[in-house]
């Protein structure tokens, strides 16, 4: 009998790996702003574990929740949906391509 995961899955974009084994995956979700009824983007940057060091800055990603690793990482990347162009990293480092 299969078991559903209640573990969640997110896509975002990577947006460092300068840590071993670790990289910093930017999650954007739209929001309804209580008041004034206007969708606004949210940001969240999340910490996932990268076992095979396979993740690039602007590489877009699939994540999924795990038991906790260390202090800040409780995701864990499962895999890489598109690799970034050469040209993305300009893009990526000013945070214009996050959206």
Do not use: F
Request: hydrophobic share 35%; charged share 40%.
């Amino acid at each position: 009998m299969e078991q559903k995961s209640k573990r969640r899955l997110e896509e975002g974009v990577v947006v460092s790996n300068k840590m071993e084994k670790t990289v910093r995956v930017s999650i954007v979700r739209t929001v309804m702003h209580p008041l004034y009824k206007k969708y606004v983007r949210r940001t969240t940057k999340i910490m996932a574990h990268d076992e095979k060091k396979e993740c690039a800055p602007g590489d877009t990603v699939e994540i999924k929740e795990v038991r906790p690793i260390s202090k800040n990482k409780k995701w864990m990347v499962v895999r890489v949906l598109k690799k970034a162009a050469a040209g993305q990293m300009e893009e990526i480092k000013d945070g214009s391509e996050l959206s």
